[in-house]
Structure formats: structure tokens, C-alpha cells
């Protein structure tokens, strides 16, 4: 048994980034953004709203969050679906109560179905953003450009027909095709939040003009550490605060940062998990060096 | 992408009240889990009855603890705080234990139907065999306590497209298979008034101690702040907590006295809580909020008509 020797070619080995998306640079290197605001940590909170269907395809894969038993999956259909009912309601009284500006990522699916839920965000002026059609419309490789294309018009589609021209995309469970970026910025998005290549919004090069990636911290998201790996809410909310502090210990070197991380309602709006929520909020309401807004104005502020 | 179409679409944010007797905030009900799970089940084809081959010797004898240890250390815990419980029932624990069903009976505890074993799954039933699970579950109860149970948790949490529809024509008033909300809501059944009951996934032990892996304390701390939650939203909305228990895993020596913190904690805030059944939430639901819920939905262009499944062709 042996591989086909052109597995040990390395036709793109020489230095920097094997993708031509943006340039390799150490974030060392780069001279500090100062924030018009005087802000230090730009907090980024993404409400990830997403309808999560009974029936998926799972192609390729199965959303994170989406169906585990055989159809009829009721228990996690229902259960993810507390999220866009009721939890997201308990997330919006508390940035409400914290004085707090967000970045609601909608399924176009819920447009129609959980129009509320939309004008409930909008009149609480956060932003909203895409988040596909719905939990099981994954972007793969796997599509033609044609597929993949028309996934986004749809999108784009409902959203226009709900009155809501985002610039803000999140791919279906962060996933991409090499193509999206180009079709994203296509369909007149700007920002994306599936690359967290760096700690400030980075520019990705794509057919049609630049596309703002603002990171989103994986390692910060709801589901991950209170479901997958089973932390408590006491850990949840001290890992965020502590990178807060921990980015403002950067500034005088490397000037201001994002702290981007995920709330999805059908965790965080859990009603256990709202005293942990509203310590969570409350922490970076009361730091003054914390400036809290959508992705598409933290974008802005990055490029001045 | 099909909906599901279970029941429509209802923000938790300025709902109508939903005022519970005596002015109560909170409805608390508590949901012991008595199941049976065969030796050597057969097997469905969408499911094994165990994680390993049969026998599957410490996952049987576990549950069997849960039956011959746990469900009177549970029951006397309930005892002290003057707590009922609304049983989710494998039915064929009236014939296997029955002095466990009789002991909950005497203490006026409520039955509703949990299928017949924890190893028979709903999965590929056609519906004379669904309809006969549900005959049996109404026929066993009824004669081992004289109750007619009214409420519906599918054996193990499997279903078939129909499952929602038969419990409603055969007159259950409330389903503990849908998690969408903290507060009792209709279904879009074919016929009946189906509710869907608060029986919380989160604070279920099978989840809190096994899936999310909680120490004893973990698990009374997230049940004291459940509950806090609830109790200070319910002042303006009404809410429901559930705590769905198992013998075999709540029960443990380890365990159990971390859980009475919860309950001691709950029981002293007796004068706004509604210490019910199940049966007897969605019964004051069914009568005095049915209509309003459904004209407030219809107010605020929120019905999108239909029932449950409607888009599936039933097999």
C-alpha cells in the first residue's frame, strides 16, 4: 500500500497564506486601531436565531445544533425552537436592561414564520443579520456555484420581502464553500462572521469588492461550552469577561480589539441560565472600555 | 424544508396572562419517570432497546434499582415536602410492580401513560398498532387505580407522524412531547383541545446527570434558578415548571438529599406557587384560556390553519 505520489508535492509551500483571500501578517506587526469612541474592546454579540427543519438532508454533514433522533425528531425539533419562542425574548430583556446593542443572525426561514421575532429585534435597534435559509441549508463545496448562488438569492429574497436589506451574513453552521465569499459580496454583503482569522475585522478579497470578516470567537459559543463540553454558567460567563480583560491588557501595544462570541437562544435563554446571562451582560455594560454594537458598525469603526 | 406545522407561532413577549388559581405565579408539578425496561426486548428497526447487546446487565439492574430502591426513597422525599406527583407511566409497571402504582395512588398521585415499556419504540407502528398501545395504556390505568389518564409521553420519546393526532381523538388533554414552551399551548390536532405541557428536557435528570454530567449540587443550583426565573416571570405571564424525574438516577444515594435542597427551596415559596398535576394544569388551561390564546393568536395575524403533520401522507 502506498499513496499516489503527488501526496508529497507542496505546490503552494513558500510563505504565507495557501489561499488568496487576505495576506499573511502577524497581528504584532500591524499598526494599533484606535477607536474613534476611545473604546478599547468592541464587544460583539451575535444572536444566533436559526430554524433548525424536522426533516434535514444533513448534506454533508448535520447542523451542531440540529436533528439527533428519527423522524419525527420532536424533542429537538421543539427544543430548538423554545429558542426563537421564548428564550430569545428573555435575551432581549436583558441587553434591553443592559443597555446593550446586538447582532440578531435570523434564518430567512423565520421571516415568515416568526415575523415578531424580527420586529421585536428591530424595534430594540440591533442589527440583523443573515444567517441562510434555514439550519440545514449548508454551504459546501459540494454545490455548483449555480446551487450555492441561488441558496443566497433566496435568502436575500425573503429578507427583502420582510423589508430587511442585511449586510451582515453567518454562514448555516459556519460553513463555507471556496466560492461563498465571492457570492456573499455578489449578493451585496460586506460582513461575514464565519472567519476568525485575527482579532480585528479582517478585509477578505472577493470577486466583487471587499467582505469584512469580524471574528466570531468559536471557543467562546453558548452551545459548545455549556452543552458540548459540559461547563457551568459561572465558567461560561468568567472565559468571556476574562478575555475581555485579557484584550485590554493588549491595548497599549496592539490597540483595540473585537470580542466577538455567540448566544443561541435555546441555550442562553434557558431560564436557569438568565441570572448567568444578565452577570454576563452586566460585566461588560459596567466596563467602560467597552463599546457594544452590531457587526456591520463595528466593521465601520475598524475601517476609519 | 417542511413545517411541521405543530402548533403556530406564539412570542413569549405580551401574551395574555395566563392567572393560575388563588392568584398563584407558577404552576410546579413534578413528572417521576416509573418505567420498565425488558431484559430482552425485540428489536425496532429504527432503534436497539439498549446501547449494548441484550442482556445489558448494569443498564437493566440500574433501572430495576430505580423500581425496587429509588421510587420509595423518591416518593418519601415527596412525602416530606408534601409534594404530589404526576406519573410518566410505562404502563406495564401496573402489571410487573404494583405495589408501586398502588402506594402512588393512595397519595393521590396522577397517572398519564408513558407507553407500555421504556424498550418498545414508536417508530414504524402503523396506526391500528399505535392506536392499540394507547387503548392499552387508557384500559391498564383504568383498572389498576380507576383513573382515565389524560395526558401522553411517548415511550421513550419516539413518535410517528399520527402520534398527536390519535392521543387528541382519544381525548388526552395535554402532550408532554413538545419542548417549545414554559407555558401550557395548543396543538393543531384534527380534533380535540391538545395542550402541550411544560415537561422540561433541561432540568430532566436523564439530561442533567447524563448528558451534561452535573454533580448533585450543580443539578439543586440549576433547579433553585429555574425556578426563581419562572417564579419572577410568572407574575406577568403565568408559567409552568416541571421537574422530570427517574428513581434510578435522582435516587441515588449521592444524590438525593443535594435534590431536597431544591424542593425545600421551592415549598418556601408555597403562597405563590400552584402545587398541581399535570392533569389539573392543562384542565384549567383547557377551560379558561383555550379560546383566549387562539383569538389572541388570531388578533395578531399569528394562525396559519392546518394541523400537526398535515403536509406528511400518512403511511
Redo the contacts between chains.
Keep these: 500500500m502506498s499513496l499516489d505520489p503527488s501526496y508529497l508535492d507542496y505546490p503552494k509551500r513558500g510563505y504565507g497564506q495557501d489561499m488568496d483571500r487576505y495576506d499573511w501578517a502577524l497581528a504584532k506587526d500591524r499598526a494599533p486601531v484606535h477607536l474613534a469612541s476611545g473604546a478599547k474592546i468592541a464587544a460583539m454579540i451575535v444572536v444566533a436565531c436559526e430554524y433548525h427543519?424536522?426533516?434535514?438532508k444533513k448534506a454533508p454533514f448535520n447542523h451542531p445544533h440540529g436533528m439527533i433522533?428519527?423522524f419525527?425528531d420532536?424533542?429537538h425539533?421543539?427544543?430548538r425552537?423554545?429558542g426563537n419562542?421564548?428564550g430569545v425574548?428573555?435575551i432581549?430583556a436583558a441587553l434591553r436592561e443592559a443597555g446593550l446593542s446586538a447582532t440578531f443572525a435570523l434564518s430567512a426561514?423565520l421571516l415568515e414564520?416568526?415575523r415578531?421575532?424580527a420586529d421585536?429585534i428591530l424595534n430594540d435597534g440591533h442589527e440583523i443579520a443573515a444567517a441562510g435559509?434555514?439550519g440545514?441549508?449548508l454551504h459546501h463545496a459540494g454545490l455548483s456555484e449555480d446551487e450555492e448562488r441561488a441558496l443566497i438569492a433566496r435568502t436575500r429574497e425573503a429578507f427583502a420581502a420582510a423589508g430587511i436589506e442585511p449586510v451582515t451574513w453567518l454562514s448555516p453552521a459556519r460553513q463555507q464553500s471556496f466560492a461563498t465569499p465571492d457570492l456573499l459580496t455578489e449578493a451585496g454583503f460586506t460582513r461575514v462572521l464565519d472567519w476568525e482569522s485575527d482579532q480585528i475585522p479582517l478585509p477578505l478579497r472577493t470577486s466583487h469588492g471587499p467582505l469584512s470578516a469580524l471574528p466570531l470567537l468559536n471557543e467562546l459559543e453558548d452551545f459548545k461550552l455549556l452543552?458540548e463540553r459540559?461547563q457551568?454558567e459561572a465558567s461560561w460567563v468568567r472565559q468571556i469577561l476574562e478575555a475581555k480583560d485579557y484584550l485590554k491588557t493588549e491595548y497599549a501595544a496592539r490597540g483595540a480589539s473585537v470580542l466577538g462570541f455567540q448566544l443561541t437562544p435555546f441555550v442562553a435563554g434557558?431560564?436557569?441560565?438568565?441570572?448567568a446571562l444578565e452577570a454576563l451582560l452586566a460585566g461588560l455594560a459596567q466596563d467602560t472600555d467597552v463599546w457594544c454594537a452590531g457587526a456591520d458598525v463595528i466593521a465601520s469603526a475598524f475601517e476609519r | 424544508m417542511t413545517d411541521p406545522n405543530l402548533y403556530d407561532y406564539n412570542p413569549y413577549s405580551a401574551r395574555p396572562k395566563i392567572a393560575w388559581p388563588e392568584g398563584k405565579k407558577l404552576a410546579f408539578w413534578l413528572a417521576p419517570n416509573i418505567e420498565f425496561y425488558e431484559f430482552d426486548p425485540p428489536r425496532n428497526p429504527k432503534r436497539p432497546g439498549w446501547p449494548r447487546p441484550a442482556p445489558d446487565v448494569t443498564g437493566y439492574a440500574q433501572r430495576d434499582y430505580g423500581n425496587r430502591v429509588g421510587h420509595w426513597r423518591l416518593m418519601e422525599a415527596m412525602d416530606r415536602h408534601d409534594l404530589r406527583g404526576s406519573v410518566s407511566l410505562n404502563v406495564a409497571m401496573c402489571d410487573h410492580c404494583p405495589e408501586i402504582i398502588e402506594a402512588c395512588a393512595q397519595r393521590g398521585w396522577e397517572f398519564f401513560s408513558h407507553g407500555v415499556y421504556n424498550t418498545r419504540y414508536s417508530y414504524e407502528m402503523d396506526e391500528a398498532q399505535e392506536r392499540a398501545v394507547i387503548e392499552d395504556s387508557i384500559r391498564t390505568v383504568e383498572a389498576a387505580t380507576g383513573q382515565r389518564i389524560r395526558g401522553y409521553l411517548a415511550p421513550a420519546l419516539t413518535h410517528t407522524t399520527r402520534t398527536l393526532d390519535l392521543i387528541a381523538e382519544y381525548d388526552f388533554w395535554y402532550t408532554c412531547d413538545l419542548f417549545q414552551d414554559d407555558q401550557p399551548q395548543p396543538v393543531k390536532t384534527k380534533t380535540g383541545r391538545l395542550l402541550s405541557m411544560p415537561y422540561s428536557l433541561e432540568v430532566n435528570d436523564v439530561i442533567t446527570y447524563g448528558q451534561l454530567a452535573m454533580d448533585p449540587w450543580r443539578y439543586a443550583d440549576v433547579l433553585k434558578r429555574q425556578f426563581d426565573q419562572l417564579l419572577k416571570e410568572g407574575e406577568a405571564s403565568g408559567t409552568v415548571m416541571c421537574i422530570p424525574l427517574h428513581a434510578y438516577l435522582v435516587s441515588q444515594p449521592h444524590r438525593l438529599r443535594a435534590f431536597e435542597t431544591a424542593l425545600a427551596h421551592i415549598r418556601a415559596h408555597g403562597d405563590e406557587v400552584w402545587f398541581a398535576t399535570a392533569q389539573e394544569i392543562a384542565g384549567h388551561v383547557r377551560d379558561h384560556y383555550w379560546d383566549a390564546i387562539q383569538d389572541d393568536l388570531d388578533d395578531k395575524g399569528l394562525k396559519t390553519g392546518g394541523t400537526a403533520f398535515d403536509a406528511w401522507s400518512q403511511p
Excluded at chain 1, 270 to 275: A, D, G, W
Design positions: 427543519p424536522i426533516d434535514p433522533t428519527p419525527p420532536l424533542r425539533f421543539t427544543s425552537d423554545y419562542r421564548v425574548f428573555r432581549l426561514a414564520r416568526a415578531p421575532l421585536a435559509l434555514h440545514d441549508a452543552v459540559k457551568d434557558q431560564p436557569f441560565r438568565i441570572t
